[in-house]
């Protein structure tokens, strides 16, 4: 079993799509071993993003991170890294393929509904910068 972390944007959760979003993660067989809603700080965006601060969406991003409620999330499955950037669909939700979460809910390459871990390595930081080991299970 894989873990990977997982969060529900301001934008899906603004517009009330956390229990869809959430349906279409169960459904494609992947389990939620963590989970809580919160408000990011700027500063929790920034550490969160901090590998990107070089990049010039860097203050965007980290500003629409931290203008609402998000969902985070631990999902566990085989393949569970591969398999949720596969269900997320492309980060420009123009290019994602039909049937993925990113064509179906989100309103453009910044407002994308839903973020991912790309690798192992990223997987546990981001899981461990939001989540202590008792609160996955």
Known sequence: MERTFAILKPDAVERNFSGKILERIESQGF??????????????????????????????????????PVVLLVLEKENAIADWRKLMGATNPADAEAGTIRKDFAENIERNSVHGSDATETAAFEMSYFFSQTEIH
């Open 31 to 68: 389990k939620i071993v963590a989970m809580k809603r919160t408000l990011l700080s700027k500063a929790q965006a920034e550490g969160f993003y901090d590998v990107h601060k070089e990049r010039p969406f860097f203050p965007s991003m980290t500003s629409t991170m931290s203008s609402g």
